[in-house]
């Protein structure tokens, strides 16, 4: 089946540091994609998520790109903070056809951010 | 504001128990509703879903079993517990129209001994 997998398992950057999180997605298909950002124990929370009509978009502190000639999506996290220590998942979904919202999600990369 | 609520938080069970999960969510109408279980350390394998009352898909064969008795209730449910059952269970919900759009309730950790 198609799949949704990161580049980088781990990342560990210094807090002030710009962060980015890779995520590469096979499902040529795919005309949505969202971050979320998994806190230890806790349910994945949305960060931020993009259609495949753009290729950029902006929220607080974070910047999605999708690149779909390379089928590569990617979390940039401006000035890092300890709290934003987590493990960030990408996620895809076929939107256009009958998934009803089914989302498939990557592995996962955990965040590492050091005071 | 919306909220999803799931119980119990943490379980521990033995092999061959059963089990039911519970999931409900508050401030919103006919919404889809979904389960899904997290290996340690992996993604999120994405076990039923439902677009209303007493419509359920399965997205793979297992275990476990999945009903919504209510517009915003969902229950994942087992008759007898598997040690490959073990996980973090999450269940989730989007609007109805916006279906990609999933907010995550606290989860469940569950330990099958």
């Known amino acids: 089946g198609e799949s949704v997998g990161l580049h980088l398992p781990t990342l560990s950057v210094q807090e002030g540091d710009n962060s980015i999180i890779n995520c590469a997605y096979s499902?040529?298909?795919?005309?949505?994609f969202i971050w979320y950002k998994q806190e230890s124990g806790k349910g994945p929370q949305f960060i931020i998520d993009?259609?495949?009509?753009?290729d950029k978009r902006q929220g607080q502190r974070v910047t999605v790109l999708l690149n779909k000639t390379v089928k590569h999506l990617s979390l940039q996290i401006a000035a890092t903070q300890p709290g934003d220590s987590a493990v960030y998942f990408c996620?895809?979904?076929?939107?256009?056809?009958?998934?009803?919202?089914?989302?498939?999600f990557g592995q996962g990369t955990i965040l590492t951010v050091h005071p | 504001s919306q909220t999803i609520h799931q119980w119990p938080a943490t379980l521990v069970q033995p092999v061959g128990s059963p089990l039911s999960l519970e999931c409900t969510v508050e401030?919103?109408?006919?919404?889809?509703l979904y389960w899904y279980r997290q290996a340690a350390g992996r993604g999120l394998q994405l076990l039923f879903y439902?677009?209303?009352?007493?419509?359920i898909s399965s997205e793979v064969p297992q275990n476990l079993s999945a009903s919504r008795p209510q517009d915003r209730q969902f229950i994942l449910s087992s008759k007898k517990l598997l040690l490959s059952d073990s996980g973090f269970y999450l269940c989730?919900?989007?609007?109805?129209?916006?279906?990609?759009?999933?907010?995550f309730g606290p989860g469940t950790r569950l330990t099958v001994t």
């Open positions: 401030g919103t109408s006919n919404p889809n």
């Open positions: 439902s677009v209303g009352i007493g419509q």
């Open positions: 499902n040529s298909a795919s005309d949505y």
């Open positions: 989730a919900w989007s609007v109805r129209g916006n279906e990609d759009e999933q907010y």
């Open positions: 996620a895809e979904s076929d939107a256009g056809g009958t998934s009803y919202g089914k989302l498939t």
């Open positions: 993009i259609r495949s009509n753009m």
